[in-house]
């Protein structure tokens, strides 16, 4: 594709089918920096040498936004040229030493990618082609080279100077200046690349390994933040345990640090020992974070661990690969925080967590118009591939195949036989940039007799073919020849660019669930006997028919158990099986997600339907009745509570639709939170009871369930009392409110009285302000907050524009851009679509304002109408309208354009 437009450049796509070695391997660099906030001056000496595996060519060396002063090739001036951005020189010896002089700008970087000053420190983000941005360089991920760095800089305005590996030397210079110089020990791509320089202090932690090293382990934050620091290092330290334990993948470093820094495009990123993170995953206490934000720190802490060796040691041949890296790490870290949690039922409510994320945001952006494979096969820019498809359906990928190197007796989840394949992987590619083809060939080759290995071609068509496949099922039960026959029909819509699709490999867990309520043995017809404990099927051809034999009564099927594939199920449940399961499936999820399957299609009923009655009272007495067994269910875990008395969201009601009015959706969900509000009021009241405590904060499993489940009754009690003018309960939640010990239960609170539309809130607002001002991190929940609150009368757009004249907001810091603009362009859909449009409009003007100061963010932004073509009038027409305003933007980044462009696209 080739988008070319009047006055511009033209952008042209990249081709996975167009990959070539490079022409010249660097194999070393020496870079020495002269900070200094406007300019910065960067001389690079390489070594490099021919590639003799190719024709021989010029070398091309991509930059961007650079100052050149000097090039030398073996100490000797020489001539170039400029193609475009890249440096090109010809005639070159097969080996020599390249020098270059460079100058950059970093207080006038607002991209944040290459050098940028925050809070008056310098950082670094290179991935995935920030590197050109601080020198010239072969800047892809298959090049890989030994760093030396020396960093030099105002001693008093920069006294800590990072880089990654080893220090080896540090001391003073003239006029107030010092220096350090690191080493790093091991090869790496330029994306790796970090240096961080400012007044940071660190908490700091030594470590022996299993294998009996010692290691230095450093939390750097800025001087008053330090009192914030002790979750993440306790979760780095169960990082470097885990991996250990469950990959016999130690640390292969003396020292690793992690930087926070409150201005970062994404959440963190794992540069080689020098990870370097956005505040809101470093950066926690009980009294400035949320139980949710203790989780999330702990993932993501353990995501940029695991990475050391999942994309560090072994790194991506090309970014068409970004899924070899990005998914497996993910699984890791859903894999650590499922071990950190111990019990049974709290991985459970994990795995019901990362689907949820799965299906609000992956199952939508595979339906769109940026749907791409795991493994893309173009792009324009590849910022715009860090997406929940690489991440999340590229976790789903490796988690299947773990699935399918399961061996039904000795290793059920497969984890035994998947180690195996990473051992080989290991063995196989360390200190190699490989591709999503040797990860898989190395899982299959390590276990030979495993469905994997039987079926890896047809497996590797999930890194291939884009969609989310459907999976149709179709139960039927003969009492006379005490059978059950289940058929299994797989398809796949078409995506952008793949019309057709072959069927995909399906592990499906399955149970039958008796009359009683437990799992029947299952005996396939044509096997000896009746097998006990969960089973999974593989289903590899479009239709397929599993025959139960020996089966007494009509069963009801738990099928795809544990969310065993990244598809939608549909199976015409009846209420009363879907009822059935949500009291008595043994598999958690199943049992979850019946409730959930009860919810959307009560939702869908209401919003189909054009009287007004049945739209004011979505819920039905049976479901109603059913909420009410869970929450007084004597065993269930809170928070597994918790989440079957959360209604699906707007988002996701909108994704099981054909036409979205997103207004009709909205109301629908909020009629059936306010039905499950008065008439479980006495149960909340008591849930509030029995789960609210004010003991010592702790933010494990088990009591984060608790206080979510009692901040989910505050917020009914607080909806019933608005209805029926009751005080008591938001007296109540305002005094938690003030009292509560910690940030979860405050928030809930102020959340609550928000959520409900109380008066009270104009009150909990301000004084929840004051009380944070100083605290970044909780400017931004409370502007999040407002822009994400319940719409009343179109009363969150005008709140938005007011949020954006608070002299807190600035649309420079991603993280304060997104808590007020992307939360609500993306986060409350009933206030963004707008029958007037005005919602649009705001939105066009942002993505074009943001544009000029942050393509990746913007490009994000962008995505909010992803799904316009949905919409039902007058939305859908406003909404295209507002993209080809943005689409008619002279200048935009190509991050933008490309996205505008495939929104736009037939
Ligand atoms: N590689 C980072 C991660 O997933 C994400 C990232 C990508 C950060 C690009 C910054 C820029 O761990
Ligand atoms: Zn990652």
């Known amino acids: 594709m080739l988008l070319l437009r009047d006055g511009q450049a033209p952008s042209t796509a990249i081709h996975r089918a167009d990959y070539l070695a490079p022409a010249y391997w660097i194999d070393t660099v020496h870079l020495s920096f002269d900070l200094d906030p406007a300019k910065t001056r960067v001389l690079n000496k390489m070594t490099l040498r021919r590639n003799a595996d190719v024709p021989a060519q010029p070398l091309k060396l991509d930059g961007e936004e650079l100052n050149l002063a000097r090039v030398l090739v073996n100490g000797q001036g020489t001539s170039f040229r400029m193609e475009g951005e890249q440096l090109v020189l010809d005639n070159l010896p097969d080996a020599f030493e390249l020098e270059i002089f460079t100058t950059c700008a970093p207080v006038k970087n607002t991209k944040l990618m290459g050098l940028y000053v925050s809070n008056d420190s310098f950082f670094t983000q290179c991935e995935a082609e920030g590197f050109r941005r601080i020198t010239y360089f072969l800047d892809r991920p298959d090049v890989m080279a030994s760093y030396t760095v020396t960093l030099r800089a105002d001693k008093t305005k920069y006294p800590v100077l990072l880089s990654n590996g080893n220090l080896v030397e540090q001391g003073d210079l003239d006029d107030g200046r010092h220096f350090a110089k690191w080493v790093d020990p091991h090869k790496k791509p330029a994306y790796l690349f970090a240096l961080v320089a400012g007044q940071l202090v660190a908490r700091e932690q030594r470590i022996t390994s299993r294998a009996g090293k010692d290691h230095l382990l450093q939390v750097y934050v800025r001087p008053g933040d330090l009192d914030k620091t002790e979750h993440a290092m306790n979760s780095l330290m169960y990082s470097v345990a885990w991996d250990e334990a469950r990959f016999g993948l130690g640390l292969d470093l003396e020292r690793f640090m992690i930087v926070a820094t409150s201005d970062f495009n994404m959440g963190a990123m794992e540069n080689k020992g020098l990870n370097i993170f956005n505040t809101k995953y470093v950066l926690a206490n009980q009294a400035t974070a949320t139980d949710t934000d203790y989780s999330n720190i702990e993932s993501v802490v353990g995501h940029e661990y695991f990475h050391n060796w999942t994309g560090n040691r072994i790194t991506c041949r090309d970014w068409f690969q970004l899924s070899l890296k990005e998914g497996l790490t993910v699984f890791r870290d859903q894999e650590f925080s499922q071990d950190l949690c111990g019990e049974a039922s709290a991985r459970a409510v994990k795995r019901i967590e990362d689907v949820r994320v799965l299906r609000t945001a992956q199952f939508p952006e ?541």
């Not at 479980?680 to 009591?703: C, I, K, R």
């Not at 649009?840 to 994000?860: C, G, K, T």
């Open 366 to 906: 595979d339906a769109g118009p940026m749907a791409h494979p795991v493994r893309p096969d173009s792009y324009i820019e590849i910022s715009n591939f860090y997406t929940v498809t690489i991440y999340e359906k590229g976790a789903e990928v490796v988690r299947m195949m773990q699935t399918l190197v399961g061996n039904g007796a000795s290793d059920p989840l497969g984890r035994d036989g998947f180690a195996r394949g990473m051992a080989l992987y290991f063995e196989r590619h360390d200190g190699q940039a490989v591709t999503c083809d040797d990860f898989a060939q190395a899982i299959a080759d390590a276990n030979p007799a495993s469905d994997l290995a039987r079926l890896l071609p047809q497996f590797k068509r999930w890194y291939s073919q884009a969609g989310t496949p459907r999976l149709h099922g179709v139960g039927v039960y003969d009492a006379a020849a005490r059978t059950y026959t289940l058929t299994l029909n797989q398809s796949c819509a078409a995506t952008p660019g793949q019309p057709d699709k072959h069927p995909f490999v399906i592990p499906v867990g399955l149970g039958l669930v008796g009359p009683d309520g437990g799992d029947l043995a299952l005996q396939l017809s044509g096997e000896t006997a009746p097998a006990h404990g969960p089973r999974t099927f593989v289903i590899t051809e479009a239709s397929e028919t599993l025959q139960f034999v020996n089966v007494d009564a009509e069963p009801v099927p738990s099928i795809l158990r544990g969310f065993s594939a990244p598809v939608v199920l549909e199976f015409d449940y009846s209420d009363a099986q879907l009822l059935h399961l949500l009291a008595h499936d043994s598999d958690p999820f199943n049992r979850w997600e019946a409730g959930q399957r009860l919810a959307v299609r009560l939702a869908i009923k209401s919003i189909a339907c054009d009287a007004h009655e049945t739209r004011a009272n979505p819920l039905d007495d049976a479901y109603i009745e059913a909420m009410r067994s869970v929450l007084r269910h004597p065993v269930l875990d809170a928070a597994f509570k918790d989440l079957v008395l959360t209604l699906p969201s707007e988002t996701y009601l909108a994704e099981q639709l054909d036409v979205v009015d997103p207004q009709r959706i909205h109301a629908v969900r909020e009629a059936m939170r306010q039905q499950l509000a008065v008439a479980l009021q006495a149960d909340w009241a008591s849930v509030y009871e029995a789960n609210h405590e004010n003991g010592a904060y702790t933010p494990d499993p088990l009591s984060s369930g608790r206080r979510a489940l009692a901040g989910m009754a505050l917020t009914h009690l607080c909806l019933a009392a608005v209805a029926s003018g009751d005080k008591v309960w938001p007296g109540k939640t305002l005094q938690r409110f003030k009292d509560a010990g910690n940030m979860t239960d405050r928030f809930n609170a102020l959340a609550a009285l928000v959520s409900s539309g109380h008066p009270l809130a104009a009150e909990a607002l301000p004084r929840f302000h004051a009380m944070f001002k100083d605290e970044a991190l909780v400017i931004d929940k409370w502007m999040g907050l407002q822009s994400g609150a319940p719409d009343r009368g179109g009363n969150v757009l005008p709140a938005v524009r007011q949020l954006m004249k608070h002299p807190d907001f600035s649309l420079r810091n991603p993280n304060r851009a997104r808590s007020v603009v992307s939360t609500f362009c993306q986060g409350n859909p009933a206030a963004f679509h707008r029958a007037d449009a005005a919602g649009y409009v705001f939105w066009s003007e942002r993505v074009m304002e943001l544009d000029a100061i942050n393509p990746q963010v913007a490009a994000r932004l962008a995505r909010a109408l992803d799904r316009w073509k949905k919409l039902a009038e007058p939305y859908r027409s406003a909404a295209r309208e507002a993209i080809a305003r943005v689409a008619a933007k002279p200048d935009l980044s190509k991050d933008t354009l490309e996205v505008i462009t495939r929104a736009l696209a037939d």
